[in-house]
């Protein structure tokens, strides 16, 4: 039933149960009865200890993984299929290698069946917002990482989705490009939504997996903590009441900054150290 202020996405009572990857025939529980929504306008991070569960969970927002109980629901409607509200960024690189920035910030449109001329002048546009304009005809290799990194944050955002459903998408870039690459992505988000009506007038739903402690508070206004596996399950929140806008840089030298990392890395700390012992045994 859709209703008004429906969360942008609502994963609901989800469990997700594997054929278990280490013994064949018996099957593991990545994720318990989880519930976690992302308010239409709101940036959410999720984080947890490796192999928790984190991109099990995204995935399943992202309609890409059935949940084997509970239920996702996309602006009150329950998703069938995959969610064509959702844009997603992976930490893999996504682009093409055999097309240019352009024709792959273009594709999405043209695979819409968007008019060429249109397509191409709207990834100029996106080209130039993320700031890579004059290399359009430039080949991924040919690109550092961040400019990678921002072809395909025009390839994402240009297509306009309501959620933008992101996977570690910085994790391989260095310090210093990480944070220009998250101060833009931040203001990309900020940015008012043109055209929209209803809930997703109110901006762009983001959910966020990260490892780091730091980027999910900088970045986001409420951080959820994983528990470590197997049978994941959120084992804490965090509204992060810092400013906007932010400079992620720094802002991690604000005293509330420092508090609120300090809270919950107290309650994060413990399934780390599970998961990390958990995947030396898988390793010996
Ligand atoms: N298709 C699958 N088949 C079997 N097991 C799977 C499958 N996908 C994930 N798993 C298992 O489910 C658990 C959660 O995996 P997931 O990739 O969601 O974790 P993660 O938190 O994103 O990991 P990381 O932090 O290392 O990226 C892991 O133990 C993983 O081995």
Request: aromatic residues 6%; glycine residues 8%.
């Amino acid at each position: 039933m859709k209703t008004a202020n429906a969360p942008a996405l609502d994963l609901q009572a989800i469990t997700c149960v594997f054929t278990s990857r280490d013994a064949p025939g018996q099957r593991y529980t990545a994720v318990q009865d989880t519930d976690l929504a992302v308010a239409p306008g709101e940036f959410v991070s999720v984080v947890g200890p490796t192999g928790c569960g984190k991109s099990t969970l995204l995935n399943i927002g992202a309609g890409l993984l059935a949940p084997s109980r509970g239920q996702v629901s996309v602006f009150g409607e329950p998703l069938q299929g995959l969610n064509r509200r959702a844009g997603y960024m992976f930490q893999a690189e996504s682009l093409m290698p055999w097309k240019t920035a352009l024709d792959n910030v273009m594709a999405g449109l043209v695979f819409a069946a968007t008019p060429a001329a249109e397509a191409r002048e709207r990834a100029m546009a996106w080209l130039a917002r993320v700031g890579l304009a004059g290399f359009e005809d430039r080949y991924p290799h040919q690109l550092s990482g961040g400019m990678r990194k921002r072809v395909a944050m025009a390839q994402t955002l240009i297509l306009d989705p309501d959620i933008i459903l992101m996977d570690e998408p910085f994790s391989a870039l260095d310090v210093q490009t990480r944070q220009l690459m998250e101060n833009e992505l931040l203001e990309l988000w900020a940015e008012p939504p043109q055209g929209k009506t209803g809930a997703a007038a109110q901006g762009r739903a983001v959910l966020f997996i990260t490892h780091d402690l730091d980027e999910a508070i900088a970045l986001s206004d409420r951080v959820v903590v994983l528990s470590a596996g197997p049978a994941t399950h959120p084992i804490g929140q965090f509204v992060i009441d810092l400013p906007r806008p932010r400079n992620v840089a720094e802002i991690r030298n604000l005293p509330r900054f420092v508090d609120l990392h300090a809270q919950i890395w107290a309650v994060l700390r413990d399934e780390v150290l599970k998961g990390y012992d958990q995947q030396k045994r898988k390793v010996a």
